[in-house]
């Protein structure tokens, strides 16, 4: 449900620049030489943001609000694709799913069981709408929840690169990360003027500034420094 706290050209003016800070983020992160990607983090990435986009669309979130993820999702398969790529190459070319690329751990398991589990319950929610099984209201509830638990399992989506990152700081670049978080508050500033600040839509800015800001300060620790 929209408010309408800010004028609809300055909320799209604000979501533009969202989207523009999200784009400069990949760029930098894609041209920045000794940034080595966790793989499954952005496995994950890929996968989820892609999920969350659709959410968050399904929940009514208007355009200012999906430039940000849209690109996301986008240059985030991007990055995996990289990664892709040279987990194969080090794998001699013999797999298309080379082991690096294999969740490791209870943790990364959990999430992308998660991710895997929000997919098919949006697609079952559909289905039943279709099939007049579940009323507009119940299937409204139903991606309500989806869209809440799919916010949420990006703490866990963040584990493996926060860990890797706090024992190997030199595989990340602060720069990019800062930069996603402005894009992040920026996003939040939108999600406020559309929708209010108690919106379930807000867990998605909100949760995202928080992790990459927390990546950031954690790929400071290194001799490289910021820049």
Not at 28 to 53: R, V
Not at 57 to 67: G, H, I, R
Not at 77 to 93: H, N, P, Q, S, T
Request: glycine share 8%; charged share 15%.
């Amino acid at each position: 449900m929209e408010t309408n706290l800010m004028q609809p050209e300055t909320l799209l003016n604000i979501g533009l620049a969202a989207g523009f800070l999200q784009l400069l983020g990949y760029i930098l992160y894609i041209k920045i030489q000794g940034i080595d990607p966790n793989p499954i983090t952005w496995l994950m990435f890929s996968y989820g943001t892609a999920t969350l986009t659709i959410l968050e669309w399904d929940k009514d979130a208007t355009s200012a609000e999906l430039f940000l993820p849209t690109v996301c999702s986008v240059l985030a398969l991007v990055v995996f694709l990289k990664c892709w790529y040279i987990a194969r190459k080090k794998a001699g070319d013999k797999s298309w799913w080379p082991e690096g690329l294999k969740p490791n751990g209870t943790f990364e398991r959990i999430t992308f069981g998660s991710d895997l589990l929000i997919t098919i319950g949006y697609i079952a929610c559909w289905f039943f709408s279709a099939a007049g099984i579940l009323t507009g209201d119940e299937r409204d509830l139903a991606v309500l929840a989806f869209l809440i638990l799919s916010n949420l399992s990006v703490i866990v989506e963040f584990m493996p690169i926060t860990k890797s990152t706090y024992e190997h700081p030199e595989r990340e670049h602060a720069l990019p990360w800062t930069i996603w978080a402005c894009a992040y508050a920026t996003l939040g500033v939108v999600t406020w003027g559309t929708h209010g600040f108690w919106s379930p839509l807000m867990l998605y800015p909100a949760l995202n500034c928080a992790a990459h800001a927390l990546i950031a300060v954690l790929a400071l620790n290194t001799r490289r420094g910021i820049v």
